[in-house]
């Protein structure tokens, strides 16, 4: 079946369910059984089946065998949140005494925990710059286990050479973990370019609908059991509601991303055009910075992008840009139907990276509007930015 089909039949049995379409909502803490030795049967593999409600129900299985699906591994392990998939990860995967090869460029909260979790408890932490590609070999050490990958960078959007990265790190005995949560499973295939463990904040766009806080982590063969493990050590679950809207946001997942791409590329060449404006960081876009290892990698785009202001320009004037929009509203998380602007500072994000722009910049979601409406919204937030910087010159 072709992808778009399986997104639409992954997770589903009807036949169980007296011909419901939709995977029902279990919601369950205690499970009974006949026997002991029924029970004793379960215990022995949990994917199997329901034991306890912590572990999982057949809400959680159902969008555990979507995820894995979409993205094409081996199986997959339901999250609270994507912060909640990446701290499983690397807390399953690294130990005391274990070298992490992180990308500068990454998701800040996640970055948090590594400084503040990790290193404290023994795990050495090296950040590269995300466009080392092969050159990571230079990095590698006798004690390096894992190589943590954003691609493209949290507010930078770089994009990374994840085949040649994986490469080295295989060669080493190391495994690679992507955050592939920009891209998606539709338009960044993970386990097609090395990575043994892919992240989703699957609250962005597998939900879709911004109403849920969600997180999956899809991992290979060897990386499972490991992942699978912690988080059930640190009882990590997910409520079934939360894996219901992951479910229901999966199955229109390949509709709604063409139009989230279209929206932004024409909304980025028009950005592209203001004479305010530097550069738009947009993969998909011919001459932004990663554009052509995205056009050789990854089958799409989405709708999330930054842009890099003039220098010259007040962070004061782009506020009254990004203030009072009639579509564009103000807010944290993007991957939703509704768009939204945030001002950002990846040169204080990314300390280790250095930084090319010297004027203000901020973030675009685009969403699900139409695109000449949001655009028009955008000419009439670039003529506050204008008359606000022509009274502070």
Known sequence: MHYE?????????PEAYQGVVNTPVFHASTVV?????????????????????????????????????????????????????????????????????????????????????????????????PEIGAGIAALIKPNTRVVYCESPGSGSFEIQDIPAIAAVAHEAGAMVVLDNTWASPLYF????????????????????????????????????????????????????????????GLRTLATRLPRHQDSAMRSARWLQEQPEVEQVLYPALPGAPGHEIWKRDFLGATGLFGVALREGIASESMIAMLDNRKLFKIGFSWGGYESLLMPSDPAHSHPNTPWRYKGPCFRVNVGLEHVDDLLADLEAGFEAMRNHQKQTV
């Not at 006949?34 to 329901?50: C, I, M, N, S």
């Open 5 to 13: 089909t399986r997104l639409l039949t992954t997770g589903r049995d």
């Open 33 to 129: 059984f006949p026997t002991v030795a029924a029970l004793q049967e379960r215990q022995k593999d949990l994917t199997r089946g329901v034991l306890y409600g912590r572990l999982g129900t057949p809400t959680t299985f159902a969008f555990e065998e979507a995820m894995t699906t979409a993205e094409g591994g081996f199986r997959s392990v339901a999250a609270p949140s994507g912060m909640a998939a990446i701290a499983i990860a690397l807390l399953g995967l690294l130990k005391t005494g274990d070298h992490l090869l992180c990308v500068d460029t990454l998701y800040d909260p996640a970055r948090y925990f590594i400084n503040d979790t990790l290193i404290r408890y023994g795990v050495e932490v090296t950040y590269y710059p």
């Open 189 to 248: 295939k993970p386990f097609e370019h090395g990575v043994d463990v892919s992240i989703q904040a699957a609250t962005k766009y597998i939900v879709g609908h911004s109403d849920a806080e969600l997180g999956s982590l899809t991992a290979t063969e060897e990386a499972y059991p490991l992942v699978k493990r912690q988080a059930m050590r640190l009882g990590i679950c997910v409520g079934p509601d939360d894996c219901y809207l992951g479910m229901r």
